[in-house]
């Protein structure tokens, strides 16, 4: 298992933009998929987009063309960068880990491995 540790959030006003960062220890040869969720108050957790360690990525609808997914494996992270930041954006902000080939790590409803403790992005209108 790898430990992950979320930084970057904070609080941005509408049309703003935010890079969140997610560092890997641990056992780092053990992860092949990296997957960015979110979850507002009063609402389910939603998958993002996720990103497995040969830089293949997917996104979801939803944030498609706004958000970006990005792998440093030099620093064993992974970057989320969020452009043109809505209200509707603003939640905490996790990322989970696990050893899965890059068509399992779409499966985004499922069961991960590792997760981080998050991180919150305010949005302001």
């Known amino acids: 298992q790898v430990q992950l540790v979320e930084s970057g959030g904070g609080s941005v006003q509408s049309g703003g933009s935010l890079t969140l960062s997610c560092a890997v220890s641990?056992?780092?040869?053990?992860?092949?998929?990296m997957v960015w969720f979110r979850q507002a108050p009063g609402k389910g957790r939603e998958g993002l987009a996720s990103?497995?360690?040969?830089?293949?990525?997917v996104y979801d609808d939803s944030i498609k063309g706004r958000f970006n997914i990005s792998l440093d494996s030099a620093k064993n992270t992974v970057y989320l960068q969020m452009n043109n930041l809505k209200p509707d954006d603003a939640a905490m902000y996790y990322c989970?880990?696990?050893?899965?080939?890059?068509?399992?790590?779409?499966?985004?409803?499922?069961?991960?491995?590792?997760w981080g403790r998050g991180t919150q992005v305010t949005v302001s209108t």
């Open positions: 641990g056992d780092t040869s053990s992860w092949y998929c």
């Open positions: 989970a880990a696990d050893q899965r080939a890059f068509i399992a790590c779409t499966h985004w409803r499922t069961l991960f491995n590792s």
């Open positions: 990103i497995t360690n040969d830089g293949r990525s």
